[in-house]
Every structure is written in C-alpha cells, then in structure tokens.
C-alpha cells in the first residue's frame, strides 16, 4: 500500500458504515482510510456478506477484492444446547 511489493490482505470484522456512524474526529479519519487505503489491498475478507456489500455500497470498494470468509460456527452443537435444560 506504500510501495511495498508484498500482498496486503485486510481482514474486515465490523460494518463500517455502523461503526463509525458519527461526525466525531476518530469516525471521520477511519472513514477517509477505509475509502483511499482499501482500494489498494489485494484482497479484503469480511466475515459476512452484510460486511462485504456494505464495503461496496458505501466505501465503493471493487467487488472482486472482496472474498468472504464466515466465522466457523457448528449450528448442530448450538441447537442440541439449546434443547437442554438448565439448572440453578
């Protein structure tokens, strides 16, 4: 991103549009990076498509730069758990 030669991947685990959703001085300057630094990765990886197409919609970040990965989760063991009983 400045001059280097190697990839730049930028991992993306927020919505940044809801993030930083303000006029505060912190939310101005994360929103101006977003815009002119993603733009030069190689490759962006949101943890959900809400993220990705937020990134394109909003920060107009090229599609093809962007590839989702999605946390791991075992929705199985989630819905066997939800079935037990709790005890107090």
């Known amino acids: 991103m400045f001059g280097r030669k190697s990839k730049t991947l930028i ?4 919505t940044p549009s809801q993030e930083y959703k ?7 300057i994360s929103k101006f990076l977003i815009k ?9 990886i949101p943890n959900s498509r809400g993220i990705k197409a937020n990134l394109i919609e909003d ?5 093809k730069k962007i590839r989702v990965i999605h946390n791991p989760i075992n929705l199985n063991k989630i819905y066997s758990l ?5 005890a107090f």
């Open 11 to 14: 991992s993306e685990r927020i």
């Open 22 to 28: 303000t006029n505060s001085t912190k939310d101005m």
């Open 36 to 44: 002119n630094l993603y733009p030069n990765a190689d490759l962006i």
């Open 59 to 63: 920060f107009n970040i090229e599609p």
């Open 82 to 86: 939800s079935e037990e009983t709790v």
